[in-house]
């Protein structure tokens, strides 16, 4: 039997891409910037198998043309890119990659953390534009990490990283979440609390929950006005989960000390953005999961949950499982048709 076909979105690190095309007809888009709509759905229609990052659109507009696509496999834990319910209909599997990157992007949540307590851009700013002309006991002072009170929203893989990391730095920790999780509850003295209530005593508040249609714009003026105006914003969520003007106005008028920002709305932000004009703002470029040893396993578990399912098995990271029966009869009937 033919090798099924598979595209992937991009070069990935690792040994992933070798894996795909030992047991693949593998076809790659080599360029630097995500393929374009039309690409994506001229290859989505001939294809049994697609890898897709958090850049590719996956709409029922793409799935419409998809008569050979049995498997959608997302690198990435948020899934905010396909129209899941879309896939559910037209019989595609989709799938994920959690768990492997939660150490990683909780490290970056402390490194952004961090930064904007210690303004530690806004050093490197003041050395590199050769004004440090003397050890000043004033001199970009900031306020402390350790000690201070953390409210984290969505406590999921990452969610909970940050939590265990925060015990490290003697922190309090507040929680906010859809479910109350009273294990991790215990195991890390946390407390849950409503969301208004979790923002009126943090002095740290850090997104990590999905973006779905309920937590769109979650942050927006009235939640900003809820925190403290000595308060840092740390986002490694997704970007829309803040409402980016409001956002920019809390810190302009000084209602909120400062936001971290791996994430924006809309990737990447513009070089004339008015966020990036003001001195308490870090930014990063959707970095949070980047380090080497991380993205090859998160590019190794795309593929491998890939192929299990062009294989006939619904990997544990599916998010549709719930579509078993009728996926199985379409793969078969889609695996048998030349693409
Ligand atoms: C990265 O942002 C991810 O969702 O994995």
């Not at 307590?117 to 440090?132: F, I, Q, S």
Request: one cysteine or more; proline letters at 6%.
């Amino acid at each position: 039997m033919a090798k099924p076909v598979v595209f992937v979105t991009r070069r990935l690190p690792g040994g992933a891409l070798d894996l795909l095309d030992q047991h693949t007809d593998l076809r790659l888009w080599e360029e630097e910037a995500p393929p374009p709509d039309r690409e994506l759905l001229r290859q989505a229609a001939r294809c049994h198998g697609l890898l897709t990052l958090l850049t590719d659109r996956v709409d029922d507009k793409l799935l419409e043309g998809a008569d050979h696509l049995v498997v959608v496999s997302n690198m990435a834990t948020g899934i905010d890119n396909i129209d899941v319910a879309a896939a559910s209909e037209r019989h595609v599997l989709v799938t994920r990659t959690p768990g492997v990157l939660s150490e990683t992007v909780a490290d970056f949540t402390f490194a952004l953390m961090l930064a904007a307590a210690r303004r530690v851009a806004e050093g490197d700013r003041y050395v590199r534009a050769g004004r440090w002309k003397t050890w000043g006991p004033s001199t970009l002072l900031g306020c402390d990490v350790f000690g201070a009170t953390l409210g984290i929203v969505g406590l999921g893989g990452v969610g909970m990283e940050v939590a265990r990391r925060a015990r490290g730095f003697g922190m309090r920790i507040l929680y906010h979440s859809r479910t109350r999780k009273p294990a991790p509850e215990r195991r890390y003295r946390m407390t849950f609390l409503p969301l208004d209530d979790l923002l009126r005593q943090s002095d740290f508040v850090t997104l990590h929950a999905a973006l779905t249609p309920q937590t769109r714009q979650l942050i927006g003026k009235r939640e900003l006005g809820l925190m403290k105006d000595t308060a840092v914003l740390v986002n490694t969520g997704r970007g829309p989960l803040v409402d980016q003007m409001a956002l920019y106005q809390a810190l302009k008028a000084g209602r909120i000390a400062g936001a971290a920002l791996d994430v924006t709305d809309p990737e990447p932000i513009g070089p004339d953005d008015p966020l990036l004009s003001l001195d308490n703002v870090v930014m990063a470029p959707h970095i949070a999961s980047a380090s080497m040893a991380t993205r090859a396993r998160m590019a190794m578990l795309a593929a491998e949950n890939l192929l299990a399912a062009l294989a006939g098995r619904i990997p544990r990271d599916s998010v549709n499982r719930d579509i078993a029966r009728a996926w199985r009869a379409a793969r078969r009937r889609r695996l048998a048709s030349p693409s």
